[in-house]
């Protein structure tokens, strides 16, 4: 059974970091691309980030280019989010995906992925 897990949401100051991490069970990431995903209440879904399956290339939206840095522990099927200088405007639901296409060009297109977390909440404050 895919299963992906998020964590390291929380409550920050604007300029401040975290972490979010992306655990994987029941595939490696031999078989699947993995994306971040984020929602704010009433907005849709959001690509932010993701990272290829086949060679790891990273993907970025506009908005966290130069902010937010994707990267995958092969050893512990876990892939992370870095993000940094977080601005109020970030606050929202991240979520993390699994997509087993891996098509180039689409995987920040939430319609692509086949597998979701639960979701970790992210809150900014000015």
């Known amino acids: 059974e895919v299963q992906l897990v998020e964590s390291g949401g929380g409550l920050v100051q604007a300029g401040g970091s975290l972490r979010l991490s992306c655990a994987a069970s029941?595939?490696?990431?031999?078989?699947?691309?993995i994306g971040w995903f984020r929602q704010a209440p009433g907005k849709e879904r959001e690509g932010v980030s993701a990272i290829s399956r086949d060679d790891g290339t990273t993907y970025y939206a506009d908005s966290v280019k130069g902010r937010f840095t994707i990267s995958r522990d092969i050893a512990k099927n876990t892939v992370y989010l870095q993000m940094n200088g977080l601005k109020p405007e970030d606050t929202a639901v991240y979520y993390c995906a699994a997509d087993a296409e891996d098509v180039p060009g689409t995987l920040l297109l939430p319609a692509e992925y086949d597998y979701w977390g639960q979701g970790t909440q992210v809150t900014v404050s000015s």
């Open positions: 029941g595939f490696t990431f031999d078989d699947y691309a």
